[in-house]
Nanobody, 128 residues
């Protein structure tokens, strides 16, 4: 079992920055891949970024590459998503997710249904 709690969302002007956190508990944090997804009103949940158990391999959606940075601190059982140069189209509820079934050698997934634990989400609103 894994419990995930996101924090750090809020309202920010375009061009600003936010740092989201994902506090994990339950199963050892270093034993599963972690991802961030987002869902805007009326749209499907979409992949934002993910990283492997050790954090040595990072993956980003094209829409956020160069602006967002995903990271994790396994000693603190916490994952992070640093978001810079925010745009109004980044407005969404952001979720962290755990993929506990993926082998350590495998590429992380960008598909929401392949993640088996989810946080409750945190709202990010970017004003123009």
């Amino acid at each position: 079992q894994v419990q995930l709690v996101e924090s750090g969302g809020g309202l920010v002007q375009a061009g600003g920055s936010l740092r989201l956190s994902c506090a994990a508990s339950g199963r050892s944090f270093s034993t599963y891949a972690m991802g961030w997804f987002r869902q805007a009103p009326g749209k499907e949940r979409e992949f934002v970024a993910a990283l492997t158990r050790s954090g040595d391999r990072l993956y980003y959606a094209e829409s956020v590459k160069g602006r967002f940075i995903i990271s994790r601190d396994n000693g603190k059982n916490t994952g992070y998503l640093e978001m810079n140069s925010l745009k109004p189209e980044d407005t969404a509820v952001y979720y962290c997710a755990a993929d506990t079934n993926r082998p350590s050698w495998a590429r992380v997934s960008t598909i929401p249904r392949e993640y088996d634990y989810w946080g409750q989400g945190t709202q990010v609103t970017v004003s123009s």
